[in-house]
């Protein structure tokens, strides 16, 4: 089993920047591809953006520009740096992680989300 544990959302005026950390501990044997999802009330789960462990990422168009993800593959640690924020950006986000168990199968880890609430 894989745990995830996210931290950094709260509150932010419009403009304002926050940067989420997600920390993956447990029986990892290898992290792949990770990534940030977010989901507003009423609305679905969507992309926010995602790394692989080589470092290629892969971002929603609408916060190209604005936020960026990176990984410390050494701390098994994925961040998201959101700048500019837009009350649009208002959601749930939650972490998600790939890794390759020592089975050689693949699982998929999903983090307990965290509020970001952008207004003034």
């Known amino acids: 089993q894989v745990q995830l544990v996210e931290s950094g959302g709260g509150l932010v005026q419009p403009g304002g920047s926050l940067r989420l950390s997600c920390a993956a501990s447990?029986?990892?044997?290898?992290?792949?591809?990770m990534g940030w999802y977010r989901q507003a009330p009423g609305k679905q789960r969507d992309l926010v953006a995602a790394i692989t462990r080589g470092g290629s990422t892969n971002y929603a168009d609408s916060v190209k520009g604005r936020f960026t993800i990176s990984r410390d593959n050494a701390k098994n640690t994925v961040y998201l740096q959101m700048n500019s924020l837009k009350p649009e950006d208002t959601a749930v986000y939650y972490c998600n992680v790939d890794t390759t168990g020592r089975n050689n199968f693949k699982y998929n880890y999903w983090g307990q989300g965290t509020q970001v609430t952008v207004s003034s």
């Open positions: 447990g029986s990892i044997f290898r992290l792949n591809a």
